[in-house]
């Protein structure tokens, strides 16, 4: 800054020296020219200063935020319901027994019966039908009726047969039986005779079953129940643990055989002479699918009560195989 003054005055007292020389009535005024000569160094020193700052930036205008963005929530996800497997109906025990009652009372049912006692005790198969209430077709003795009955156009779901007297097990009558049996009707055969055709007109028979003659018997003996868990033993009554002799009758022939499972059979022994025996010494079967039931003994050397019992737990539980075929 001194520089700048010096060099000022030293430029203003040179102009000075150059003029003209004023007349000698003038007088220079060195007061106003040191003033002059201050103003003017002033006015070079403020022009260098503003040409040294940086230019003067423009503020822009302050620009108002945007609004904080808020994210809108996720949208929940509507309900999927996800597809079930659509499970079989399933009927409840008072429904099935309804069925049951209802198929049972109007089944057709077809009956061969003949025994020792036709004028004593009677018919006892159809003594049991009677005892509960189903309807039936009984043949009696006649074999003709019989077989014409199995000829015929009828469906019938159950057939029984006790034979004692007169012989079915041969020729053309077992084979019309056996018909019905590859059509899906159930039957309980009951015949003392297995001895005697086993090898010959029984031998389909036994062979359908699953089991073999094993022996005869050589006289009247208790039959206890081998297999306690089958429903036969308990449905729709419980039998006895063990069916006691009654009266012997005098049958002349023969009052029974025993029967033994054939090898890699699945019949299931119901009566035999042995409780804990399930392979041998068999006098009821239950066989072929469960749709069969050989009966190798006389009920009528037993006490009527309990083979009336026995029977109509064959019939219960064949009756329940036929409705189960059913669609």
């Given amino acids: ?18 003029a003209p020389t004023p007349s000698p009535t003038s007088t220079p005024n060195l007061t106003r020219l040191a003033q002059q000569v201050r103003s003017t160094a002033h006015a070079e020193a403020n022009q260098k200063t503003r040409q040294a700052l ?10 108002t935020p945007n ?15 996800t597809a079930q497997a659509t499970a079989a109906p399933q009927s409840s025990p008072t429904s099935a027994a309804a069925a049951f009652a209802q198929f049972a009372k109007n089944a ?6 003949d025994n020792y006692q036709p ?3 009677g018919y006892w198969i159809r003594d049991a039908l009677d005892a509960a209430g189903y309807r039936y077709q009984h043949s009696g003795e006649k074999i003709g009726d019989f077989y014409a009955a199995l000829q015929s156009d009828t469906d019938w779901d159950l057939i029984l047969i006790g034979e004692e007297t007169k012989t079915l097990i041969d020729g053309e009558v077992l084979a019309a039986v056996l018909a019905r049996m590859d059509r899906g009707t159930p ?8 001895y005697t055709y086993y090898s010959h007109g029984m031998a389909e028979l036994l062979k359908r079953c699953g089991v ?29 643990a063990v069916f006691e002799v009654g009266a012997d009758q005098g049958y002349f022939k023969n009052n029974g055989d025993y029967l033994k499972l054939a090898p890699g059979s ?28 050989l009966q190798s003994f006389v009920q009528q050397n037993y006490p009527k009560p309990s083979m009336l019992l026995l029977w109509q737990n064959y019939i219960d539980f064949l009756l329940r195989q036929r409705l189960a075929q059913k669609p």
């Avoid at 804990?276 to 699918?289: H, I, K, M, P």
């Fill in 54 to 63: 940086p230019p003067t930036l423009t503020r822009l205008p302050t620009l």
């Fill in 266 to 293: 699945k019949a299931q022994f119901l009566l035999g002479r042995y409780p804990t025996r399930a392979e041998d010494y068999g006098s009821a079967v239950l066989c072929q699918d469960q749709r069969l039931i």
């Fill in 119 to 121: 004028q004593g005790e």
């Fill in 212 to 240: 073999e003659y094993q022996r005869k018997w050589t006289r009247l003996e208790p039959l206890a129940v081998v297999n306690k868990a089958l429903p036969l033993a308990k449905t729709p009554n419980a039998l006895p």
């Fill in 108 to 113: 057709k049912i077809l009956v061969y019966e």
């Fill in 187 to 194: 039957v309980a055969f009951e015949t003392w005779k297995t």
């Fill in 67 to 81: 609004p904080t963005y808020t994210p809108y929530p996720s949208p929940t996800p509507a309900f999927t319901r």
């Fill in 1 to 18: 800054m001194k520089r700048i003054l010096l060099l000022a005055l030293a430029a203003a007292l040179l102009a000075a020296c150059a």
